[in-house]
Each structure stands twice: as structure tokens, then as C-alpha cells.
């Protein structure tokens, strides 16, 4: 079941979240870790200063998602 967009990123993926930010992570899920990035950088109202899997956003992006309503 999807969550509402203010409980982030983590809250949403959980336990993959948590596996994809360890320090090293398996290498072999790169090519997932690099996907699954771009679709919460595309999808979520971030903000510089926010986080995805451990790494800063920079910019904020135009969100192609829904439009979030409070």
C-alpha cells in the first residue's frame, strides 16, 4: 500500500531503502539503486538539502509525479 508523499522516500521503500544506502552496499544492485534513484528524484518535491539513498540533492527538479496536495 503507498503512504502519502510526506513520509518520504524511506518510509515508502523500507527495508530496500535501508539495504541501498549501507555503506558499502552490494554492488550488484547498482542498476536498481541508479533507477530506483532517479524515480524518487522525478517523483518526490524535494528540495536541496534533502536526501536520497544517502546522497544530497543538489537542485530541486521538476516534479513529474502527481500533483501533492496538503
Do not use: N
Not at 518520504?8 to 531503502?17: N, T
Not at 530506483?36 to 530541486?60: C, N, S
Amino acid at each position: 500500500m503507498m503512504g502519502q508523499p510526506e513520509e518520504g522516500p524511506r518510509k515508502i521503500f523500507g527495508s530496500l531503502y535501508d539495504l541501498l544506502i549501507m555503506d558499502p552496499y552490494p554492488k550488484e544492485l547498482l542498476p536498481f539503486r541508479d533507477i530506483l534513484q532517479r524515480h524518487i528524484l522525478g517523483t518526490w518535491p524535494l528540495a536541496p538539502g534533502d536526501e536520497v539513498l544517502g546522497e544530497p540533492v543538489l537542485r530541486r527538479a521538476a516534479c513529474r509525479g502527481r500533483q501533492w496536495r496538503a
